[in-house]
């Protein structure tokens, strides 16, 4: 089975079941600033199953591009990456527990084909927050899964979210696939098997978890379900390393044929290959969406310098001589997924000239790293100053024939890794999708500042980006220049103008194209021509009527009316990328 054939069967399979199809959205979060990358399908639709209504209606599927960065430094096992796509369904307050299990089971074993006796699942035991899952228990026995293949387990494993410290989550059950073609299946499942391979998840979300770590009944019930698409098309296949299936096998070999080596000729390399291949595809993802992110010391660049730094480290312990190389396994993502992702050709040309220029600067640090080695610099400063991975450090020392203290560096490490947890769990702190006042009432002023920049500077600035905490307000935009005082003046002056005139902030439903014709802002990267919320403030699409000062599709939510949000104060012009300026204002 290809990749294309279960995204394709998963899709139509929950439009028979009345599912609307939605686009992947971007891999960065739009007004999310608690997050720096969309870790999960569920993740883009945090305010609906809070309760906000969603265009396209109450059960929604898609294929969602996803980067989880957390654990970077694993990466280098058969089936962890930094990049993934995740399949998944939704019920907004619709269907519950029933619904989803029968058509998770319809769905692997009538349409994947899996025979039942492959098949296990497991279901949340119960704690002081919510009880034993025994409708799950008896939905999965009434379609026939046998009591010794459902295993209760607890909050560890069979409890889903929240993705940040607050918001929605709940118990979920989860379903294993016996990967082993030689023998069958124990009739007894144990979870603990690593032959059992999780590949699907249904979530039951029906708490809010609250800053104060209360569990609290949501408006409505949801259920979110995630399935990734390269575990799955492993077993699928009878594989058991993901390296192996056609998402990856085609960098592999790429990588083979630049390092001269075998994929498997040893554990070292194929870890090493594993690594190149992950973080080379998740750069090109990243740099690929239309947000022109590049390597930088910031945010998510940041990510990206690191995923490619880390990748042509590795790409030298496999002895990869030739200069700008990672390009030609960049070369490889792109073809094998632009029918998925056009973006990935539409940037072609940013990307690799941006992993060319990445790999040039870090040319020349590791030039500094190894004269530093000469010198008789120590592992855990090679680490962290010039990046170099211990094992890199570890040959060049075998080769010099130097000692290197192990024991120090794994200790060194550990409080490094220790710091670095607690800074990305810092980047979670206000929780995700914050929806506070403060945060609602800065989205709605993006949208008023969007339309005064584009009224003062003119209609070639389009939004690049946003990010929104409950104090402040980041926005990015493209244009060429440093602002002016007076323009940055009248873009303030327009936007309290508004303000004063205590406008109304309407939501409208409509198509795409009719959104486009009345000059919406917004991303028209969709495919599927569905339906979306247009957010007007003042004025009226009405024909003849005053035309509204601002018009953008966006999910919401958003404060009612305009003289809510105080007095608007812009803090800060400055550049962001090449082309593309950043402001951050606050509301006082
Ligand atoms: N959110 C759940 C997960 O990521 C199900 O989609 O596993």
Redesign the pocket.
């Given at each position: 089975m290809t990749s294309q054939e279960i995204r394709q069967k998963y899709l139509d399979f929950f439009k028979s079941k009345n599912h609307a199809i939605i686009p992947s959205a971007s891999l960065i979060p739009e007004n999310d600033p608690t997050t720096l990358f969309i870790?999960?399908?569920?993740h883009p639709l945090v305010p609906f199953l809070m309760g906000e209504k969603h265009p396209q209606g109450n059960r929604l599927a898609s294929v969602q591009k996803c980067i989880r960065t957390i654990d970077i430094d694993e990466v280098g096992n058969a089936y962890h990456h930094t990049f993934f796509e995740?399949l998944?369904n939704w019920s907004l307050g619709d269907y519950f527990k029933k619904q989803a299990i029968e058509w998770s089971f319809e769905f692997l074993t009538k349409y994947l084909d899996i025979p039942i006796e492959r098949l296990a699942v497991s279901v949340f035991e119960g704690d002081e927050n919510a009880h034993l899952d025994e409708e799950s228990i008896n939905i999965w026995k009434s379609v026939g899964i046998p009591e010794s293949r459902i295993a209760k387990l607890s909050k560890e494993d069979n409890w889903?979210?929240p993705?940040g410290q607050t918001g929605p989550c709940g118990p979920?059950t989860e379903m294993f696939y016996w990967n082993d073609d030689k023998e069958p299946a124990p009739k007894d499942f144990d979870p603990k098997n690593t032959r059992w391979v999780e590949i699907w998840?249904?979530?039951f979300m029906e708490y809010n978890k609250t800053a104060e770590g209360e569990y609290e009944p949501l408006k409505q019930k949801n259920v979110?379900?995630?399935m990734g698409i390269e575990r799955t098309l492993a077993v699928l296949n009878g594989l058991n390393d993901d390296y192996k299936t056609e998402l990856f096998i085609n960098q592999i070999n790429k990588v083979e044929e630049l390092s001269g080596k075998k994929y498997e000729e040893s554990e070292e390399i194929t870890k090493a290959m594993r690594i190149v291949a992950d973080h080379i595809k998740a750069s090109v993802f990243i740099m690929a969406d239309d947000k022109n992110i590049v390597p930088s010391n910031l945010d998510q660049g940041y990510v990206v310098r690191r995923l490619i730094r880390r990748a042509i480290r590795y790409g030298r312990m496999l002895n990869i001589d030739k200069e700008l190389w990672t390009r030609e396994i960049a070369r490889i993502v792109i073809k094998d997924y632009k029918e998925t992702y056009p973006e990935l050709e539409n940037n072609k040309e940013f990307i690799l000239n941006n992993l060319d220029e990445e790999e040039q600067k870090f040319k020349k640090t590791l030039e500094k790293g190894l004269r530093e080695f000469e010198k008789g610099a120590d592992a855990f400063v090679l680490f962290s100053t010039y990046g170099f991975p211990i094992e890199m450090t570890q040959e060049l020392a075998k080769e010099k024939g130097i000692e290197i203290d192990i024991e120090k560096f794994n200790e060194q490490m550990k409080k490094h890794q220790e710091l670095s947890r607690t800074a990305s769990a810092g980047k979670f702190k206000s929780g995700l999708a914050d929806d506070s006042e403060e945060t609602k009432k800065l989205h709605t002023a993006a949208h008023l500042l969007l339309a005064a920049l584009r009224k003062v500077l003119g209609e070639n600035v389009i939004q690049k980006g946003s990010n929104i905490t409950p104090e402040r307000l980041r926005f990015d935009f493209s244009h060429n220049e440093k602002l002016t005082d007076e323009q940055k003046q009248e873009v303030e002056k327009l936007v309290n103008e508004t303000i004063k005139e205590d406008l109304q902030v309407i939501c409208e439903e409509m198509s795409l194209d009719q959104a486009k014709e009345q000059g919406a802002m917004g991303i028209f990267e969709s495919k599927y021509g569905e339906k979306v919320k247009v957010y007007a403030i003042g004025g009226s699409s009405d024909a003849g009527s005053e035309p509204s000062f601002s018009r953008e599709i966006c999910a919401g939510p958003h404060v009612k009316h305009t003289g809510e949000l105080g007095y608007f104060k812009i803090t800060k012009e400055q550049s962001s990328s090449a082309g593309v300026r950043r402001i951050k204002a606050i509301l006082e």
């Open positions: 870790s999960a399908g569920m995740m998944g889903w979210g993705a979920d998840n249904d979530v979110d379900t995630g």
